[in-house]
């Protein structure tokens, strides 16, 4: 084979490239949005930990060194220390920080958290959103938690209490006005706090230093020396100080915060990144399958002129990479230049705070090797298939491939081989789930093999979802069957290529699966938390009495509020039992809103009653009882027997260990009074809430005979905790989610429009058989659809067990919960994405004319 020939040949296959502009394109499109999503899952990834982590170390990127008095020293740097080091040559900005707090005079315990923040510039953590920034003794700006809450406005006049210099045991109050409402970009915000620039606010803390000093480098200044000028200046005043570069403390603040709670979530984040990749191969994959599969017909006939086996894989693979360079690369730069929009975007359309994400020049690089090596790769088989046919071969039809019915075996039994070894371990793991309370279990164990498990799974569908195309769209197909010629085109046309159907379906089932997973893994875990917080915070407040409780007037005076909504009074006797302290209580579970919320092991809250009792999780082991067997208690007038009506998983209601009706806590010898009150505010939202909170404080005044013994406590906090970081977890999984669905729905289009291109003939003969233009239209958005509903169908059976198979491996307490209208929406909204996905190719196949399509087609 000459060197001509070989160009002859490399010239063909990019000649039928040209000839073809909408195969070109529609080729090129599925690589380059793989790549767009693929990278822009990277800068997704990069966005979400930078902006965690940001939220978590109180050290931003500005700051060049931290110093830190020596352990010695104990109290901090003062204010001549601090001086000092502004005044060394190379130090641009310098500040002291202070983390410490008081609580609010006349508010009951109600703490404002104090920060030292200069306001402004780069080593500023917040951003002034209402009035002024401190700028005189006296003054305190507040985050929006303390001005909601607190209702702390700007102008408004509020107080410390600090202990007493002369008696430690007395307090102090130290008056300051409210002069704005900032921003913080770090976990602060969410607790009520105040900010001042460190010398204003030092004198409202109980700190007599600063016990850290940020300090940020003049540019071109070697950090290096600037550290040791720091520690000259600072080692009379505090001997044995360290000064450390902003860089080291960041990456210590960065591995305490992933060595806790965090490092589930990047991991998750992490899986999504690994999914999006391989649904982007899947999608790429499939479509370069498809348009060389159909070329066999071109390739044989080059084969009949004389072209060689291998010139002919070497014009093809090159072919395939000069579309992953090119696709590629622009798909990395188009999701390079929208991940660094985000932030921007994020900040002036939704009010929130993002980190910008890196360049990641080392994953670019990657994404455009692997959309090289994916592209060569998907054109390899076919390629190879097409080098080893006969010259006869090349008046077979191009659409035969992709059209038979059959796999080969040994992808029969690869399939049959993943779907047992996924039955196999989700079987193990069913056997091995902890029961309801369990802790002493390997939640890593069970959650690897569930993933694994799903790997095998998605395998198996990979392999035999040919076999299962017909079967489900025998049952999906069935109502489009009924509209007539058009939904009977539709479902022959998906029916009559399984291989084709099967692989869009797959990449669609993969979105589908990832979003439902996450919908009720989300919502399993949204209902551990309710029922957890339904037992800790059962209401928005807890008003604990003083040693003389509220009596029963005090109590109806509380529920005349307008301000408070579901006032429920209880009582609590601790009793001893066995060498332990026992809390019982009285609370009614069902005169809260969140009683509904409470599990049991065994039995049911509903059978609570004189005589019979809830009982927690921790006794229910001592004593060996469960719903229906009897314990006794001791009362002023012997032991009382009670019935167990429920055992619960954990605790019950506000840490009890015993839940029993009134009547029986009176046998026991409780007091009258109410030992505290649980009540909700009349309204959502922080304003509400912070008005409740004044009512309260009203009420107390009025009815404590020592306000001061009383305890107010705002439970509704740790909700909103809870709450943050289920939002934070959802929104991280369905945004990244929503990538894979991107592919899924880009899967469809290029392939209905690879079908559309390449079924000419066939929509030729339609056309001059006297189907109308609509009706083909309405055929190609069908079929569209028809993938789109055969890729939910199998999404939803593999996503829903596997994703209540992670959650209970992780939480042996989470439910499972079946957000019936989110999967609907998701199936529906899919269904008609996948649909909308086929409007531009029948556009295309409508404006063919039957003469013009029976003669292209030749």
Same mark, same amino acid.
């Given at each position: 084979?000459?060197?001509?020939?070989?160009?002859?040949?490399?010239?063909?296959?990019?000649?039928?490239?040209?000839?073809?502009?909408?195969?070109?394109?529609?080729?090129?499109?599925?690589?380059?949005?793989?790549?767009?999503?693929?990278?822009?899952?990277?800068?997704?990834?990069?966005?979400?930990?930078?902006?965690?982590?940001?939220?978590?170390?109180?050290?931003?990127?500005?700051?060049?060194?931290?110093?830190?008095?020596?352990?010695?020293?104990?109290?901090?740097?003062?204010?001549?220390?601090?001086?000092?080091?502004?005044?060394?040559?190379?130090?641009?900005?310098?500040?002291?920080?202070?983390?410490?707090?008081?609580?609010?005079?006349?508010?009951?315990?109600?703490?404002? $958290?104090?920060?030292?923040?200069?306001?402004?510039?780069?080593?500023?953590?917040?951003?002034?959103?209402? %009035?002024?920034?401190? @700028?005189?003794?006296?003054?305190?700006?507040?985050?929006?938690?303390?001005?909601?809450?607190?209702?702390?406005?700007?102008?408004?006049?509020?107080?410390?209490?600090?202990?007493?210099?002369?008696?430690?045991?007395?307090?102090?109050?130290?008056?300051?006005?409210?002069?704005? /409402?900032?921003?913080?970009?770090?976990?602060?915000?969410?607790?009520?706090?105040?900010?001042?620039?460190?010398?204003?606010?030092?004198?409202?803390?109980?700190?007599? %230093?600063?016990?850290?000093?940020?300090?940020?480098?003049?540019?071109?200044?070697?950090?290096?020396?600037?550290?040791?000028?720091?520690?000259?200046?600072? @080692?009379?005043?505090?001997?044995?100080?360290?000064?450390?570069?902003?860089?080291?403390?960041?990456?210590?603040?960065?591995?305490?915060?992933?060595?806790?709670?965090?490092?589930?979530?990047?991991?998750?984040?992490?899986?999504?990144?690994?999914?999006?990749?391989?649904?982007?191969?899947?999608?790429?994959?499939?479509?370069?399958?498809?348009?060389?599969?159909?070329?066999?017909?071109?390739?044989?006939?080059?084969?009949?002129?004389?072209?060689?086996?291998?010139?002919?894989?070497?014009?093809?693979?090159?072919?395939?990479?000069?579309?992953?360079? /090119?696709?590629?690369?622009?798909?990395?730069?188009?999701?390079?230049?929208?991940?660094?929009?985000?932030?921007?975007?994020?900040?002036?359309?939704?009010?929130?705070?993002?980190?910008?994400?890196?360049?990641?020049?080392?994953?670019?690089?990657?994404?455009?090797?692997?959309?090289?090596?994916?592209?060569?790769?998907?054109?390899?088989?076919?390629?190879?298939?097409?080098?080893?046919?006969?010259?006869?071969?090349?008046?077979?039809?191009?659409?035969?491939?992709?059209?038979?019915?059959?796999?080969?075996?040994?992808?029969?039994?690869?399939?049959?081989?993943?779907?047992?070894?996924?039955?196999?371990?989700?079987?193990?793991?069913?056997?091995?789930?902890?029961?309801?309370?369990?802790? @002493?279990?390997?939640?890593?164990?069970?959650?690897?093999?569930?993933?694994?498990?799903?790997?095998?799974?998605?395998?198996?569908?990979?392999?035999?979802?040919?076999?299962?195309?017909?079967?489900?769209?025998?049952? $999906?197909?069935?109502?489009?069957?009924?509209? %007539?010629?058009?939904?009977?085109?539709?479902?022959?046309?998906?029916?009559?290529?399984?291989?084709?159907?099967?692989?869009?379906?797959?990449?669609?089932?993969?979105?589908?699966?990832?979003?439902?997973?996450?919908?009720?893994?989300?919502?399993?875990?949204?209902?551990?938390?309710?029922?957890?917080?339904?037992?800790?915070?059962?209401?928005?407040?807890?008003?604990?009495?003083?040693?003389?409780?509220?009596?029963?007037?005090?109590?109806?005076?509380?529920?005349?509020?307008?301000?408070?909504?579901?006032?429920?009074?209880?009582?609590?006797?601790?009793?001893?039992?066995?060498?332990?302290?026992?809390?019982?209580?009285?609370?009614?579970?069902?005169?809260?809103?969140?009683?509904? @919320?409470?599990?049991?092991?065994?039995?049911?809250?509903?059978?609570?009653?004189?005589?019979?009792?809830?009982?927690?999780?921790?006794?229910?082991?001592?004593?060996?009882?469960?719903?229906?067997?009897?314990?006794?208690?001791?009362?002023?007038?012997?032991?009382?027997?009670?019935?167990?009506?429920?055992?619960?998983?954990?605790?019950?209601?506000?840490?009890?260990?015993?839940?029993?009706?009134?009547?029986?806590?009176?046998?026991?010898?409780?007091?009258?009074?109410?030992?505290?009150?649980?009540?909700?505010?009349?309204?959502?939202?922080?304003?509400?809430?912070?008005?409740?909170?004044?009512?309260?404080?009203?009420?107390?005044?009025?009815?404590?005979?020592?306000?001061?013994?009383?305890?107010?406590?705002?439970?509704?906090?740790?909700?909103?905790?809870?709450?943050?970081?289920?939002?934070?977890?959802?929104?991280?999984?369905?945004?990244?989610?929503?990538?894979?669905?991107?592919?899924?729905?880009?899967?469809?289009?290029?392939?209905?429009?690879?079908?559309?291109?390449?079924?000419?003939?066939?929509?030729?003969?339609?056309?001059?058989?006297?189907?109308?233009?609509?009706?083909?239209?309405?055929?190609?958005?069908?079929?569209?659809?028809?993938?789109?509903?055969?890729?939910?169908?199998?999404?939803?059976?593999?996503?829903?067990?596997?994703?209540?198979?992670?959650?209970?491996?992780?939480?042996?307490?989470?439910?499972?919960?079946?957000?019936?209208?989110?999967?609907?929406?998701?199936?529906?909204?899919?269904?008609?994405?996948?649909?909308?996905?086929?409007?531009?190719?029948?556009?295309?196949?409508?404006?063919?004319?039957?003469?013009?399509?029976?003669?292209?087609?030749?």
């Amino acid at each position: 084979m000459t060197p001509s020939w070989r160009a002859t040949v490399l010239g063909s296959q990019l000649a039928e490239l040209l000839r073809r502009p909408g195969r070109l394109l529609t080729t090129g499109l599925s690589v380059l949005v793989a790549a767009f999503v693929v990278f822009a899952t990277v800068m997704a990834q990069q966005i979400t930990v930078n902006t965690t982590l940001d939220r978590f170390r109180g050290t931003s990127e500005a700051v060049s060194l931290v110093a830190a008095p020596g352990e010695d020293a104990g109290t901090g740097f003062d204010t001549a220390a601090l001086r000092r080091i502004r005044a060394l040559p190379g130090v641009a900005e310098a500040v002291g920080r202070v983390d410490d707090g008081a609580p609010l005079a006349g508010r009951f315990d109600r703490y404002l $958290a104090l920060y030292a923040d200069p306001g402004t510039g780069p080593l500023s953590q917040v951003r002034l959103v209402e %009035g002024s920034y401190p @700028d005189r003794a006296g003054e305190i700006a507040v985050n929006r938690q303390a001005a909601e809450e607190l209702l702390l406005k700007p102008g408004s006049r509020a107080a410390l209490l600090l202990p007493d210099p002369e008696d430690p045991e007395k307090s102090r109050k130290v008056s300051f006005t409210v002069t704005g /409402v900032v921003k913080s970009s770090t976990t602060a915000e969410q607790h009520a706090g105040g900010y001042a620039t460190d010398a204003r606010l030092l004198p409202y803390t109980q700190s007599p %230093g600063f016990p850290r000093v940020d300090i940020r480098a003049e540019d071109g200044v070697a950090q290096g020396e600037l550290a040791e000028r720091v520690r000259a200046a600072l @080692d009379k005043a505090s001997p044995g100080a360290t000064v450390k570069t902003g860089a080291a403390v960041r990456a210590q603040e960065e591995r305490d915060a992933v060595g806790g709670d965090l490092r589930e979530m990047f991991q998750l984040i992490s899986v999504f990144l690994a999914v999006a990749v391989g649904a982007a191969a899947l999608v790429a994959t499939s479509t370069f399958r498809i348009v060389f599969a159909q070329r066999l017909r071109q390739l044989a006939l080059l084969r009949a002129i004389g072209a060689g086996s291998r010139r002919l894989v070497t014009a093809l693979a090159v072919e395939g990479a000069l579309v992953g360079v /090119v696709a590629g690369t622009t798909g990395v730069l188009l999701a390079l230049g929208a991940g660094h929009l985000a932030p921007t975007a994020a900040r002036l359309l939704a009010g929130r705070e993002l980190s910008a994400p890196g360049f990641g020049v080392s994953y670019g690089v990657l994404v455009v090797v692997g959309a090289v090596l994916v592209t060569v790769g998907a054109v390899l088989a076919p390629a190879l298939a097409a080098a080893g046919v006969s010259p006869l071969q090349a008046l077979r039809a191009a659409g035969t491939v992709t059209g038979e019915h059959r796999i080969r075996p040994a992808r029969l039994t690869a399939g049959i081989v993943f779907a047992a070894l996924a039955a196999g371990l989700a079987a193990l793991l069913v056997s091995e789930l902890p029961e309801p309370g369990q802790q @002493d279990y390997d939640r890593d164990f069970g959650m690897l093999v569930t993933v694994v498990s799903a790997g095998f799974a998605f395998l198996a569908l990979v392999a035999l979802g040919p076999l299962l195309v017909r079967p489900v769209l025998a049952v $999906a197909g069935w109502p489009l069957r009924r509209l %007539g010629t058009t939904g009977r085109l539709a479902v022959s046309g998906v029916g009559g290529t399984p291989r084709r159907a099967a692989a869009v379906s797959v990449v669609v089932a993969l979105g589908v699966a990832l979003v439902s997973g996450a919908l009720v893994a989300v919502a399993g875990l949204g209902g551990y938390m309710e029922r957890n917080a339904a037992v800790t915070a059962p209401a928005d407040f807890q008003v604990t009495a003083d040693a003389k409780g509220w009596s029963a007037g005090a109590v109806r005076e509380f529920a005349a509020s307008p301000e408070l909504a579901h006032v429920t009074a209880y009582r609590i006797l601790l009793l001893p039992l066995d060498g332990m302290e026992l809390q019982v209580s009285d609370l009614d579970p069902d005169a809260l809103p969140t009683g509904e @919320d409470i599990d049991t092991v065994t039995g049911s809250l509903d059978d609570l009653a004189p005589g019979h009792a809830v009982v927690s999780s921790t006794l229910a082991e001592s004593l060996g009882v469960r719903a229906g067997d009897t314990f006794t208690l001791p009362s002023r007038h012997g032991r009382l027997r009670l019935t167990v009506a429920a055992t619960l998983p954990d605790q019950g209601p506000l840490q009890s260990h015993v839940v029993v009706a009134p009547e029986d806590l009176d046998r026991l010898g409780a007091p009258a009074h109410a030992s505290g009150v649980l009540a909700d505010a009349a309204h959502r939202g922080a304003a509400a809430r912070g008005e409740a909170y004044r009512a309260l404080e009203t009420l107390i005044g009025a009815h404590a005979s020592d306000p001061d013994d009383v305890g107010l406590q705002v439970l509704a906090e740790v909700r909103d905790d809870n709450k943050g970081t289920l939002d934070i977890l959802l929104t991280t999984a369905l945004g990244l989610v929503a990538l894979t669905i991107l592919m899924a729905v880009v899967g469809v289009t290029t392939t209905t429009s690879l079908t559309a291109i390449e079924r000419t003939r066939e929509f030729g003969l339609l056309r001059a058989l006297g189907l109308g233009g609509g009706a083909l239209r309405r055929t190609i958005t069908l079929e569209a659809g028809l993938y789109g509903v055969l890729g939910s169908v199998l999404g939803l059976a593999l996503g829903v067990p596997y994703a209540w198979l992670l959650v209970r491996s992780a939480v042996s307490e989470a439910p499972l919960l079946l957000p019936q209208g989110q999967l609907l929406l998701v199936l529906t909204a899919l269904t008609l994405l996948t649909a909308l996905a086929g409007l531009l190719p029948s556009r295309h196949a409508t404006r063919v004319t039957p003469m013009t399509a029976l003669g292209d087609a030749e």
